[in-house]
Every structure is written in C-alpha cells, then in structure tokens.
C-alpha cells in the first residue's frame, strides 16, 4: 500500500497590486485660490468673512503676521463655542433660560450664598454629585438651578431640564409601550439632569418606583439638581412609600450640595420661580 506524504504547502501567490493612483489635480486649486477660499474650504467661514477686515486692522497697526493669524482664529473659535453654546441649550430644554446675575440674593429671608458659588463652579458635575435647592415656592430655586444648567451648558456638559411630573409621566407612557428601558438610558444620560417642581405633585407607587430608578441610574455616575418645596422629613407623603422616599433623598444628598432657601414668594408678571 502506497505511504501518504503530506502534501508541500504551496506558496501563496503575491497579490496583485493596485493599480497607481493617478496624480491628483490638486495644485492649481490649491495655488490659485485666494486666501478667503483656503479659509471657507477648511470651514473657517467666520474667518473668512473678517479676513478684509482683520487685515486692513493689522495693516494700520503695523501688526504682525502673527497677530492677524491669531486674531482670526481667535474669532473663529468664539463664534463655533457660541454656536455649540446655544445648540447645546436648545437641546438642554432649560426653561425659562436664566443668569446667576439677574438673582437678587437681598430678597430671601435666607440662602448661602456661599453654597451657591460652590455650585456655580460646577465642581459637583466633574464629581458626579448632586445639587438641591429647597425651599417654599416663589424664592428662586428654578432661577438659580436654570442658569447653573445654563452655565454647564457653555461649558460643553449635556444638560436637560424637565419638570418632575413630565417625567414620572414620560417614564409611565415609556412603560406602557414597553420602551421604558430606552427611556431610563435617555434621561441617565446627560451630564446634569435639573428636575423642576418636585414636591408639587405626589406619585403612586408606580410614579415613585420609576422616579428611583432614575435617581439610582445617575447615582454617582451623572449629576442631578432637584429644585423642591418639601422638607426631606415631608417626602413620605410625596411618594406614598417612605423607603422609596428615603432611598431617594439619600443618594440626593450624599456628598452633594444643599441649599436651603427661606422666605415669602416672590411673584409676578415677570418674576421667575
């Protein structure tokens, strides 16, 4: 019987190359374009636009070369952040859309204000903790909780801004049509959650189970700010569950910001919450 030698390996075949890339025409665009077109090309529209100008100043000044180059891109720079900026509070929902200067810290009984400007650094996003404004209705807590988001928006976090019932409400339809866990991975997302109006409002059961998973959801891994008008000792109340209340309150709290705001409500035609 014939012995069977293992076949020798053939040698696999070289590749075909590929075939040369022709040369690419790209001389007399690039040489012949003005410097205006070389700008809008690489998408420096705004430089582009201040090119005249920004020359004609650096011109009359005996600037440099440099300076010209710095101050266009300085420019262009400015007017993509203000772009991403209001894209950015569009997206966040923020409403109405407030700043820290236009809060009369003289009106409340009393705020600490120091814990304010702790909150204004937006140390407590970069640590994943929470921020809570408490206290009776009309004395700012939305004012100050919405230009803190607003202030995180210009700084490039991804905030959202939603009123507490909205939520419960949007967390039950997304329960009803089976897309509940779409709808906790949404509003787990951004950087900084502000929930408006808690407190104004009581839940069922079901109401409170949902509102837990969020805070759960975020719990050391996004932040939250919570504007309410109830004591943490009332929250039973809210929730008709006083664990649910408890655990909830807990993870608020931990190792972030409270501010206790007292006095009589302050409103009007204009005024903000």
């Known amino acids: 019987m014939p012995s069977l030698k293992n076949p020798k390996p053939q040698k696999p075949k070289d590749p075909t190359p590929p075939p040369p890339i022709p040369p690419l025409a790209t001389d007399d665009i690039v040489t ?5 077109d070389v700008l809008r090309s690489l998408c420096l529209d705004h430089a582009a636009s201040e090119l005249d100008a920004a020359s004609q100043k650096a011109i009359s000044r005996n600037e440099t070369p440099t300076w010209l180059l710095d101050h266009l891109m300085r420019e262009q720079l400015r007017v993509q952040l203000e772009t991403r900026a209001r894209a950015a509070l569009k997206r966040s929902a923020i409403f109405p859309l407030t700043a820290i200067d236009t809060y009369d810290f003289n009106y409340p009984d009393s705020i600490d204000r120091d814990i304010v400007s702790r909150a204004l650094t937006l140390d407590f996003i970069n640590e994943k903790t929470n921020c809570v404004f408490l206290g009776p209705s009309g004395v700012g807590k939305t004012h100050l909780a919405n230009a803190i988001g607003q202030l995180a928006c210009l700084r490039g976090h991804r905030v959202r801004f939603v009123v507490a019932a909205d939520l419960v409400n949007d967390l039950v339809a997304g329960q009803a049509r089976n897309t509940l866990h779409r709808r906790l991975l949404a509003w787990g997302a951004p950087d900084l959650l502000i929930i408006d109006e808690l407190g104004y409002l009581s839940f069922d059961a079901r109401g409170a ?63 903000v919450e």
């Open 32 to 36: 012949k374009a003005s410097l205006e």
């Open 209 to 271: 189970d949902l509102l837990y998973q969020i805070f759960n959801k975020r719990y050391q891994r996004a932040s939250t700010i919570v504007t309410t008008n109830l004591p943490f000792k009332d929250w039973g109340t809210l929730f008709h569950n006083s664990a649910a209340a408890s655990a909830i309150a807990d993870r608020l709290v931990h190792k972030g910001l409270l501010v206790r705001i007292t006095g009589k409500s302050r409103r009007s035609d204009t005024s």
